[in-house]
């Protein structure tokens, strides 16, 4: 799924599959939970980090599909498709489907599929 492919052409996942998620997802990012277990499912997606006052930065994201919401996710993020600028971050499953919630956010505001800047904190470890 690349920046010029419509979220909207997601099918929504199950109400099975998506209520073991609704414990751990706010409640006004709920109605895209669905969605982003479709897209997690994918296990990858490939979108564009918005660099201020520059070009936009290409990225491929892939992670193992865990099965429930605490089982880890382990996601590697390539950038520009440099083996060098390859980047892994673990987290349960809930996390990183709420992490594709905001990145669903964010593509509909700004019509690019990039991370929230809380995602790449994590990734570059700025927090620990």
Not at 82 to 91: A, G, H
Request: glycine share 4%; charged share 25%.
């Amino acid at each position: 799924m690349t920046d010029n492919t419509s979220f909207d052409k997601l099918q929504p996942a199950s109400q099975q599959q998506s209520i073991v998620y609704l414990p751990y997802i706010p409640g006004g990012k709920r109605n895209l939970l669905p969605y982003a277990i479709t897209l997690y499912k994918k296990c990858q997606l490939e979108g564009h980090r918005k660099i201020e006052g520059s070009d936009n930065i290409s990225f491929v994201a892939s992670w193992n599909d865990a099965t429930l919401p605490s089982d880890l996710t382990i996601c590697q993020m390539q950038f520009d498709a440099k083996s060098e600028l390859t980047y892994e971050v673990k987290m349960p499953s809930f996390e990183f489907i709420s992490f594709l919630i905001e990145l669903m956010e964010n593509y509909k505001r700004n019509k690019i599929a990039d991370f929230s800047k809380s995602f790449y904190r994590k990734l570059l470890r700025l927090d620990d």
